[in-house]
């Protein structure tokens, strides 16, 4: 009898229900893998080449070329389009600063509310894919607990017409009615790890890029970058340089 129990009894004595239970805890075990894996990849490759990329940009010796640079090096994107997004958003009120949408507004404020929204579609982009994983992490063990009492309750029911019940007749299908308990254990914990993870590492992009974008509206708006050493060219420079 004890040759007969084991994981492969359990799915073979197991009714539909058991076995759609199973299927769904697979299922998510491998979404909640596959994000973990496709975000793993992202911030792997984005934190291997940020600190270049925006070294690169305020290296650089006019904005074109810095943007160009760090459209270039910056893979994920993140602080390439808040770049491209505040230098458009100067450009634009500078042609419109009469008239249209820039009536009315002074640059700052322009290129603030521009820069600002980039910032919370990046937040909302890089989010992607954690809900998911603590829908997993909290639904998971209960979704394997429901499988081991249907589990228990189908042994059970399979045991009543017997005459004479020992240890051992119930013992073993209630051992193989746990393994969905740990199934859902298996699938729970690695998704909420890694939703503590990827949070954290949201948070520190959030603020390297808010860090980024107070330099970036600062010299778009003066001409000047706050707190550090640039080689960029001052927009009112270029602008003396483009008008003589």
Known sequence: ME??????????QGDLVTHTTAVILALLSLASWSV???????LWRASRLQERALSGFWNADSLPEALE???????????????????HAAQAHQQNAARGIGAGVNASEFVTRAMRSHI????????????????VGSTAPFIGLFGTVWGIYHALVSLS?????VLDKVAGP??????MTAAGLF????AVLAYNAFTRANRLVAVQLDGFAHDLHAYLTTGV????NANLVSLDAARGNRQG
């Open 69 to 87: 640079g760090l459209r270039r090096d910056d893979v994920s994107g993140v602080f390439s389009g808040l770049a491209l997004t505040g230098a």
């Open 36 to 42: 973990i894996v496709s975000k793993l990849m992202s």
């Open 187 to 190: 699938v729970a914990i690695p």
């Open 161 to 165: 017409g017997a005459t004479q019940v």
């Open 225 to 228: 970058r706050v707190g550090g």
């Open 120 to 135: 919370v579609n990046t937040q909302a982009r890089n989010e992607r894919g954690l809900t998911f994983l603590a829908s």
């Open 3 to 12: 040759s007969q129990m084991g994981l492969a009894h359990f799915w073979g």
């Open 174 to 179: 209630v051992g193989e009615a746990l393994i």
